[in-house]
């Protein structure tokens, strides 16, 4: 019985001398850039997404393993669900104007970092929008964003940063179309 004891609590031991803490981090796009004056009359609608990114767990794929599994990191994660602060940073860049001439619906596909290589990893991110004429259902244009871009480091906080600069490629080039299509006119 005393040798249980002493063996169990050697195991215990042992087990708080190689069970390090791994601090949780929580990441989002960082801050903002100044805002610039809106150019669109355009109300951004809150971004859908599929369950599976519903959540504010960093997801990874490992491509050269199998890239249809999809699996969180441990201790990171974000500060809201993607599809909530891809929302603010639209708003944010594009601006918001409720009751405006133009409505922006936007459907978040892909929103995670993928290895093709141990050391080596890019940050995916894939959106439908749909631009409209509010009250004009007929007047309404669609397009899939589908933006990339090599991580500077194969773990989360480089997913975090490159997602981030993803997030304002996206809001840029949204503008860009929405500018480009004449149907919402200046702000």
């Not at 244009?141 to 480091?153: C, D, I, K, N, V």
């Amino acid at each position: 019985m005393k040798a249980a004891i002493v063996l169990a609590g050697a195991m215990a031991l042992a087990a708080c001398a190689t069970n390090r803490e791994t601090v949780p981090q929580t990441y989002d796009f960082g801050l903002a850039g100044a805002p610039t004056p809106p150019t669109l009359s355009l109300e951004v609608l809150d971004m859908r997404s599929p369950e599976w990114l519903d959540g504010t767990h960093m997801l990874y794929r490992l491509a050269y393993r199998d890239a249809r599994a999809i699996t969180p990191y441990g201790a990171s994660r974000w500060a809201g669900s993607p599809a909530s602060m891809l929302t603010v940073r639209l708003r944010q860049q594009l601006g918001n104007l409720p009751g405006a001439r133009c409505t922006l619906a936007t459907r978040l596909a892909e929103f995670s970092q993928t290895f093709d290589a141990p050391q080596a990893s890019r940050a995916m991110l894939n959106v439908h929008a749909i631009l409209a004429v509010s009250g004009t259902p007929a007047q309404r244009l669609q397009r899939e964003f589908r933006l990339e871009r090599a991580t500077p480091t194969p773990d989360a906080a480089g997913g975090a940063a490159a997602l981030s600069q993803l997030a304002e490629e996206l809001a840029k080039s949204v503008q860009a179309w929405a500018g480009e299509s004449g149907l919402c006119g200046p702000g």
